[in-house]
């Protein structure tokens, strides 16, 4: 059974910076894909930044230039630098993580964690 845990998440004033990390266990094989999205308060949840296996990376565009992602394929691990922090990017982040297998596709998510910037 695939569990994703997150941690790295807190307070921090604007311009701050917070580094998330997670850490997937129970599979032996390299997602296809490993991320982070967010959700905030009243809104859907978004993606924030993705690396596939390959290392192709994807940005949401409130967050290019300030965040980045790296990922460990070998240990299953993700991280999300964040930098230049601003109130808008309060939310709760989740890890996630992909699998393209030749019957589908499994989607695996962290429990989230609160990341809130404020003065």
């Known amino acids: 059974q695939v569990q994703l845990v997150e941690s790295g998440g807190g307070l921090v004033q604007p311009g701050g910076s917070l580094r998330l990390s997670c850490a997937a266990s129970?599979?032996?094989?390299?997602?296809?894909?490993m991320g982070w999205y967010r959700q905030a308060p009243g809104k859907q949840r978004e993606l924030v930044a993705a690396?596939?296996?390959?290392?192709?990376?994807d940005y949401a565009d409130a967050v290019k230039g300030r965040f980045t992602v790296s990922r460990d394929n070998a240990k299953n691990t993700v991280n999300l630098q964040m930098n230049s922090l601003e109130p808008e990017d309060t939310a709760v982040y989740y890890c996630?993580?992909?699998?393209?297998?030749?019957?589908?596709?499994?989607?695996?998510w962290g429990q989230g964690t609160q990341v809130t910037i404020s003065s």
């Open positions: 996630y993580a992909l699998m393209l297998t030749g019957w589908g596709r499994n989607d695996y």
């Open positions: 129970g599979s032996s094989t390299t997602f296809s894909a």
């Open positions: 690396l596939t296996k390959g290392g192709s990376a």
